[in-house]
């Protein structure tokens, strides 16, 4: 799975959030929140190990997702600006004052559904090759997480490594489902053909008692 967590915030606010597997980073998330320089537009990326953690903010409004580095930049960003626009649409003014996890009960579902979509559908990055690559991920800024954090130690990220094991079973799945149709509509074709040749053999037969040679007579 490309995409393990998500959130939405405002500020320092936590306002939604879902992760896809066991994993602490919800609260490498929380701190990284408090370390996003400024308070104008901006989109930038933190390494960590294997994982990227990938942060957009506009008009006040965070949204944060935790990648795997093999993901790239296209398909996270393209998710956090999917993310944006559904929780702007769905909640207008109201961000600008609710309370922590206000919205987590009926947006993490959304979340749910996104990190899905935008981590095995291969429609979600089609879509976004046709759309051509955003101008703000080109200039999107990669830093080493610990560096943002200024802590003295070494920040460990734990994530369950069944989170790939997920990914793969879903396309183990689909490639299963795509050669059962494919099984099936071979069966279907070599039927139809197989009744095609026998009713060409009975029409035959019975033209053939029907109008054949007659038998001479004995005189």
């Known amino acids: 799975m490309a995409i393990l967590y998500a959130l939405v915030a405002r500020g320092t606010v936590v306002l939604s959030e ?34 990227v953690f990938h942060v957009k903010r506009t ?14 930049r296209r398909i996270p960003f393209a998710f956090l600006e999917d993310i944006h626009q559904r929780f702007v649409r769905t909640y207008g ?4 004052t609710a309370q922590a996890y206000a919205m987590n009960e009926e947006f993490s579902r959304v979340l749910s ?10 429609n979600a990055d089609r879509i976004n090759r046709i759309k051509g ?9 990669i830093e080493n997480i610990d560096k943002v954090l200024d802590r003295g130690e070494r920040l460990e990220l734990l ?7 997920q ?12 050669f059962r149709s494919n099984v099936w509509w071979r069966n279907c074709k070599l039927t139809v053909l197989l009744i095609l040749l026998l009713l060409v053999i009975i029409y035959i037969a019975v033209a053939f008692l029907c109008h054949g040679p007659t038998l001479p007579s004995c005189i």
């Open 18 to 51: 879902f992760t896809a597997t066991s994993t602490n980073a919800s609260s490498i998330a929380k701190q990284i929140l408090e370390k996003v320089p400024g308070n104008n537009d901006s989109n930038v990326s933190y390494s960590q190990d294997r994982y």
């Open 167 to 178: 990914g793969n079973t879903f396309r183990f799945r689909k490639q299963a489902r795509r």
């Open 59 to 72: 008009d006040g409004l965070t949204v944060l997702c935790m990648a795997e580095e093999t993901a790239g």
């Open 93 to 96: 003014r109201a961000v600008h």
């Open 159 to 165: 994530v369950d490594k069944t989170a790939n094991m």
């Open 133 to 141: 690559e955003m101008n703000q991920v080109r200039g999107v800024m």
């Open 113 to 122: 559904q996104q990190i899905e979509y935008y981590s095995n559908d291969p």
